[in-house]
């Protein structure tokens, strides 16, 4: 029998949840995905932060050494969120926007999602290390910035506060235990909002040097990089007794009988008598994927015995841009 296959839904709801009522200066009002507001830097916040900043990278920015550590799929359980804790949470960190940037996104549906960026951005006349944070949460855009502020090299540790309200409004720090083990721990309002243990269980290439430039990628006016799309359009033959959710997972390397590590999934609700859904995901990184898409029948977000999915094997090749179609049959019932 196929393993249960996790699908977590709760999660980015959660870690977006209490992102409302943003510091003065910030946007709470929905808006087109181009650019984030978060642009004015509290010196206050800054200088306190600082004052204890270590010498910067042989590189001339702070930290940047970050971004060689991050590129892979990480997974791992996360608490102290808004909405309770949850067994996994994946993050396909990969290197985007022309190998200056790292982008890993998460969905729920096309209403829902979280993503996690890294890159350098001129703040307050300074080019510093950033991390992005946000996406859409019942269909409201969030897009937060945070700037690197403290850097311990011997603890690995670098800690990231917002660049509208400081620390007082995003506390984020990152934490490598080891090469393959790290800590993500943030707060909002000096509120718990996540704690993320992951461990990364794939690896990802990455340019050398990366990042491929150093050059500051604008002043937090900027959009996320271009990336491209995949639309797969799903069939079966019995028509649906009543609405139903449709998953689709991507994976690296498939998902065997024992363990599915996905790289991206997403959902669509399909309607009382039909045979098929479309799946759009978004700010795909390009490359080969195998494919597994199943019926939730019994709305636990996870495929079980009785439930139909594809057959495995089913390989999708992305490419570098724009959007790539492909279909996938959801005819074999799990035993």
Same mark, same amino acid.
């Given at each position: 029998?196929? %393993?249960?296959?996790?699908? =977590? ?79 996994? =949470? ?23 999602? $979280? ?25 409201? $855009? %969030?897009? *937060? ?36 083990? $790290? ?29 491929? *430039? ?77 494919? =597994? ?43």
């Amino acid at each position: 029998m196929l %393993r249960r296959y996790l699908v =977590m839904v709760a999660l980015p709801l959660a870690l977006l949840a209490c992102e409302s009522g943003e510091p003065e200066g910030s946007s709470s009002v929905p808006t087109t995905d181009t650019a984030s507001s978060d642009v004015v830097v509290d010196p206050q916040d800054v200088a306190e932060a600082e004052d204890d900043t270590p010498i910067p990278d042989a590189s001339g920015v702070m930290g940047l050494s970050l971004m060689a550590k991050l590129p892979g799929l990480w997974t791992g359980p996360v608490t102290l969120t808004p909405l309770g804790s949850f067994p996994t =949470m994946h993050m396909d960190m990969r290197p985007a926007g022309e190998g200056r940037q790292i982008v890993s996104r998460s969905d729920v549906d096309a209403d829902n999602f $979280l993503r996690f960026g890294f890159v350098v951005e001129t703040h307050d006349g300074e080019d510093v290390l950033v991390y992005r944070n946000g996406g859409f949460f019942l269909g409201n $855009l %969030r897009d *937060s910035r945070a700037r690197l502020l403290e850097h311990d090299v011997d603890a690995q540790r670098w800690r990231f506060c917002s660049t509208v309200g400081g620390c007082d409004y995003i506390d984020a720090t990152i934490h490598f235990e080891s090469e393959d083990r $790290l800590l993500f721990d943030v707060k909002v309002r000096k509120a718990p909002h996540m704690n993320w243990s992951g461990r990364r269980v794939e690896t990802r290439e990455a340019p050398e040097p990366f990042p491929a *430039s150093q050059e500051a990628v604008g002043a937090g006016d900027r959009p996320w990089p271009a990336m491209p799309s995949l639309q797969v359009d799903t069939t079966w033959t019995e028509p649906l007794a009543q609405e139903t959710a449709v998953w689709l997972l991507l994976t690296a390397n498939g998902c065997g009988l024992a363990s599915c590590v996905f790289s991206r999934a997403i959902s669509t609700v399909a309607a009382t008598g039909a045979t098929s859904a479309t799946l759009n995901l978004e700010q795909l990184h390009p490359g080969r994927y195998e494919v =597994m898409a199943f019926i939730d029948d019994n709305g636990n977000r996870q495929a079980d015995r009785g439930e139909l999915t594809n057959l495995p094997g089913r390989v999708v090749n992305v490419s570098n841009e724009g959007s790539t179609t492909t279909s996938v049959a959801i005819s074999f019932r799990i035993p």
